[in-house]
T-cell receptor, first 114, second 113 residues
Framework: DAGVIQSPRHEVTEMGQEVTLRCKPI?????LFWYRQTMMRGLELLIY????????DSGMPEDRFSAKMPNASFSTLKIQPSEPRDSAVYFC????????????FGQGTRLTVV | QKEVEQDPGPLSVPEGAIVSLNCTYS??????FMWYRQYSRKGPELLMY????GNKEDGRFTAQVDKSSKYISLFIRDSQPSDSATYLC?????????????FGDGTTLTVKP
């Protein structure tokens, strides 16, 4: 298995533009997570899906952020409009969903908003 | 105050040194304790996983949990330059999906040849 696949790896965009980050979880995993990592705040959970349904989006910082999981093999995280303070590394992770199994992380998308 | 506090580092040691990485926590419900390793520009990878109190050893790595003190440690023996990475502790309560674990902020370790 190729693991969790994220695209793009790097994204540079201008303030106010829409940004879409993409994730393909590991086949067979039924839980998917979006995280944001910054030096100041560490690794923060933004939203969590189970069986394609959003379970907990309490970490989504603002209405500018939205996430979808239209099927078991694809998820998107969208920021509209983007702001410089959104600059961070965004990780997608998936897990088998049973209690306390390992979470597998993708390589991340490094987002820079200028 | 954060639920999980991790020694901030950075930590720089010579090759062959014993390294101790530590986290404290405040949530008594945490039962599962994990250490993830994150190389530069990569995602975190699970390194060690322990349940409740006690020690667990895997090669040069030992994870230690003291629930009475709400303190966990990761020891690395005979450290190697390839161990240079950021180490994140993570914790979760019973029946919590691993991806919903609470993470520490990470300690960056550099092992110098």
């Amino acid at each position: 298995d190729a693991g969790v696949i994220q695209s793009p790896r790097h994204e540079v965009t201008e303030m106010g533009q829409e940004v879409t980050l993409r994730c393909k979880p590991i086949s067979g995993h039924n839980s998917l997570f979006w995280y944001r990592q910054t030096m100041m705040r560490g690794l923060e959970l933004l939203i969590y899906f189970n069986n394609n349904v959003p379970i907990d989006d309490s970490g989504m910082p603002e209405d500018r952020f939205s996430a979808k999981m239209p099927n078991a093999s694809f998820s998107t995280l969208k920021i509209q409009p983007s702001e410089p303070r959104d600059s961070a590394v965004y990780f997608c992770a998936s897990s088998g969903g049973t209690a306390n199994t390992e979470a597998f992380f993708g390589q991340g998308t490094r987002l820079t908003v200028v | 105050q954060k639920e999980v506090e991790q020694d901030p580092g950075p930590l720089s040691v010579p090759e062959g040194a014993i390294v101790s990485l530590n986290c404290t926590y405040s949530n008594s419900a945490f039962q599962y304790f994990m250490w993830y390793r994150q190389y530069s520009r990569k995602g975190p990878e699970l390194l060690m996983y322990t349940y409740s109190s006690g020690n667990k050893e895997d090669g040069r790595f030992t994870a230690q949990v003291d629930k009475s003190s709400k303190y966990i440690s990761l020891f690395i023996r005979d450290s190697q330059p390839s161990d240079s990475a950021t180490y994140l502790c993570a914790m979760s309560s019973f029946n919590t999906n691993a991806g919903k674990s609470t993470f520490g902020d990470g300690t960056t370790l550099t092992v110098k040849p």
